[in-house]
């Protein structure tokens, strides 16, 4: 990695981490929202580094785009004005703490140097034949369907929990 890649890495690296630190620090649902998709943005722009445009593509268009259009839509929805102004302190506190012994576990398993242990498959010369889409395509309607149905129905019932709140005031 050449001195300005690694440098733009770094840049974007600190924005990432800056925009996930805003996003469980604003007041406002809406700004928190907003930092979201900055944190999607530079998402984006590791997968570009990586080689990968198409799941640049893809983060942007389905999580900054969509799913972030569907949150703002929620939290308009709930009308969270007066809520949003009170203050949480044991949420800080809390946050604070769970924050710490995270990263405190991610820097133990960093230094240990692998999660798990195990090496996967997926070489760079597969990758290079096959592409990343296809791959990922594969893998995720072969090896990981039921995970990927039990996601999908978890964001359903989040979103009809949401409208069931919302609906519950009017």
Same mark, same amino acid.
Request: net charge neutral; hydrophobic share 60%; aromatic share 12%.
């Given at each position: 990695? +050449?001195?300005? +890649?690694?440098?733009?890495?770094?840049?974007?690296?600190?924005?990432?981490?800056?925009?996930?630190?805003?996003?469980? @620090?604003?007041? @406002?649902?809406? *700004?928190?929202? $907003?930092? $979201?998709?900055?944190?999607?943005?530079?998402?984006?722009?590791?997968?570009?580094?990586?080689?990968?445009?198409?799941? &640049?593509?893809?983060?942007?268009?389905?999580?900054?785009? &969509?799913?972030?259009?569907?949150?703002?839509?929620?939290?308009?929805? %709930?009308?969270?004005?007066?809520?949003? *102004?009170?203050?949480?302190? *044991? /949420?800080?506190?809390? /946050?604070?703490?769970?924050? #710490?012994?995270?990263?405190?576990?991610? /820097?133990?398993?960093?230094?240990?140097?692998? #999660? !798990?242990?195990?090496? /996967?498959?997926? !070489?760079?010369?597969?990758?290079?034949?096959?592409? *990343?889409? +296809?791959?990922?395509?594969?893998? %995720?309607?072969?090896?990981?369907? %039921?995970?990927?149905?039990?996601?999908?129905?978890?964001? %359903?019932?989040?979103?009809?929990?949401?409208?069931?709140? &919302?609906?519950?005031?009017?």
């Amino acid at each position: 990695m +050449e001195l300005l +890649e690694l440098l733009f890495f770094y840049l974007v690296a600190f924005v990432a981490v800056l925009s996930g630190v805003l996003v469980v @620090s604003c007041k @406002s649902p809406v *700004h928190s929202a $907003l930092a $979201l998709v900055n944190t999607f943005f530079c998402l984006a722009v590791f997968y570009v580094m990586l080689s990968a445009p198409f799941m &640049a593509a893809i983060q942007v268009m389905v999580y900054a785009g &969509a799913i972030m259009v569907l949150i703002i839509f929620v939290i308009m929805l %709930l009308n969270l004005g007066a809520d949003a *102004h009170r203050k949480y302190t *044991h /949420g800080v506190v809390w /946050g604070a703490i769970c924050g #710490i012994l995270t990263l405190l576990v991610t /820097g133990f398993f960093v230094k240990r140097g692998s #999660i !798990t242990g195990m090496q /996967g498959n997926v !070489t760079t010369e597969l990758i290079q034949d096959f592409g *990343h889409t +296809e791959l990922i395509g594969k893998a %995720l309607f072969t090896d990981f369907l %039921l995970p990927f149905e039990i996601t999908s129905i978890l964001l %359903l019932v989040a979103i009809v929990g949401a409208v069931i709140l &919302a609906k519950k005031e009017v």
